[in-house]
C-alpha cells in the first residue's frame, strides 16, 4: 500500500517550452500533495503544497506563475514547468500525505528533468 | 526555528557495524519525526518514524531514540549491512494533516563489505 506514482520519470525539453509532471497516489486519497526539488548531493527542498480543490501554497522564492501547480482530484496533482529554462533542470519529487488520518508522507519515485 | 540539523554528512561503517545518525530540531510545535531513505535517483521512501510519546521505536534493524528534552533524535542501524549504503534523511513536522515536512540535509552511508 501507499504507493505514489509520478510520470514521466525523465524528460528533455529545450528552453523556452513547458513540461507538465503527473503526481498519483495509487492507493489512497491525498488531500494534501507536497512538491520538492532536489539538486544533486541536497536536501530536498519544499516548493509548495498542494490542497485538493484550492490554490496552492507556494514556499518563499518560488515562482508561482511558472511553477503551476493544480490538484484537481484527491488522487492527483499536476506540476507545469512553463517557459523552462536550463537552471530549472533538477529532480522534482511528490509526496502525499494520507487523507485516512496518518500524517505519514509517501513520496513518488521522482522526475528528472533536463532543459536544454 | 524551523531548522532540522543532521549530522554527520557522510558515514563509513563495516559489514555488521552500528550506523548512527543524528538529528536535533528547535521548534518544540514539532511532534512527528520520520526517517527517510533514498537511493541514487529515486525518491524518498519512509523508513520509520515516532512520535514524542515514546523514546525509542524499533522496526526490524532500524531504531529511533527520541529525547524530547535535549530536541533530538537519532536513527540507528543495527547490523548495517552494503544493501544499507544509502542516503538517509531525518525530517520533522508538526502532527496535522496538510503539514510539510522540514528535512535535515542528509547523511550518506557507505557500508564496506
Known amino acids: 500500500g501507499a504507493v505514489v506514482s509520478q510520470h514521466p520519470s525523465r524528460v528533455i525539453c529545450k528552453s523556452g517550452t513547458s513540461v507538465k509532471i503527473e503526481c498519483r497516489s495509487l492507493d489512497f486519497q491525498a488531500t494534501t500533495m507536497f512538491w520538492y526539488r532536489q539538486f544533486p548531493k541536497q536536501s530536498l527542498m519544499l516548493m509548495a503544497t498542494?490542497?485538493?480543490?484550492?490554490?496552492?501554497?507556494?514556499e518563499q522564492g518560488v515562482e508561482k506563475d511558472k511553477f503551476l501547480i493544480n490538484h484537481a482530484s484527491l488522487t492527483l496533482s499536476t506540476l507545469t514547468v512553463t517557459s523552462a529554462h536550463p537552471e530549472d533542470s533538477s529532480f522534482y519529487i511528490c509526496?502525499?500525505?494520507?487523507?485516512?488520518?496518518?500524517?505519514?508522507?509517501?513520496f513518488g519515485p521522482g522526475t528528472r528533468l533536463t532543459v536544454t | 526555528q524551523q531548522q532540522v540539523k543532521q549530522s554527520p554528512q557522510s558515514l563509513i561503517v563495516q559489514k555488521g557495524g552500528i550506523s548512527i545518525i543524528n538529528c536535533a530540531y528547535e521548534n518544540t510545535a514539532f511532534d512527528y519525526f520520520p526517517w527517510y531513505q533514498q537511493f541514487p535517483g529515486k525518491g524518498p521512501a519512509l523508513l520509520i518514524a515516532?512520535?514524542?510519546?515514546?523514546s525509542e521505536k524499533k522496526e526490524g534493524r532500524f531504531t529511533i531514540s527520541f529525547n524530547k528534552s535535549a530536541k533530538q533524535f537519532s536513527l540507528h542501524i543495527m547490523d548495517s549491512q552494503p544493501g544499507d549504503s544509502a542516503t538517509y534523511f531525518c525530517a520533522a513536522s508538526k502532527n496535522q494533516a496538510g503539514t510539510a515536512l522540514i528535512f535535515g540535509k542528509g547523511t550518506t552511508l557507505s557500508v564496506s563489505s
Open positions: 515516532i512520535r514524542p510519546d515514546v
Open positions: 498542494s490542497n485538493e480543490g484550492s490554490k496552492a501554497t507556494y
Open positions: 509526496s502525499a500525505a494520507d487523507s485516512g488520518g496518518a500524517y505519514e508522507q509517501y
